[in-house]
């Protein structure tokens, strides 16, 4: 049964889309980057330089096949939103680990990071 929000216009509930081949329970993004602090002769922070800005991010749920990606590919994610300014570059897959258990579908988890500088695998 679908869930009802009330008064709640333009929140999501649960996972916002769908994702080929996965029944998604998690989906986890963050924006980050690289930072240095500049001090003055005193040793005082006068200034921060901000770099390397990226994604990184987690997924996990069900799946009914076993995983063909490979570490290093390029994939598509259904959730991913533009964030702290990263909004391009491409998706790749940096870790995945399927887990079998008794009394349990096949689960399938993974990570990956997305530069704007890196356009292809």
Known sequence: ????????D??????GADQTGLNLEA?????????TEVPDRLGETRGVVF??????GSFSGE????????????I?????VALGGVSSGAILLYELTLTLGREALRKLSGT???F???TAA
Do not use: S
Request: glycine share 10%; proline share 4%; aromatic share 10%.
């Open 112 to 114: 990956f990071k997305q």
């Open 1 to 8: 049964m679908a869930a009802t929000l009330v008064d709640l």
């Open 116 to 118: 704007p500088g890196v």
């Open 63 to 74: 799946t009914n096949a076993a995983p063909t990606g490979e570490i290093g590919d390029t």
């Open 51 to 56: 770099y390397d800005n990226h994604i990184e």
């Open 27 to 35: 989906f986890e993004q963050k924006a980050m980057g690289k930072q």
């Open 10 to 15: 333009g929140f999501t509930w649960a996972v």
């Open 76 to 80: 598509v994610l259904a959730n991913l």
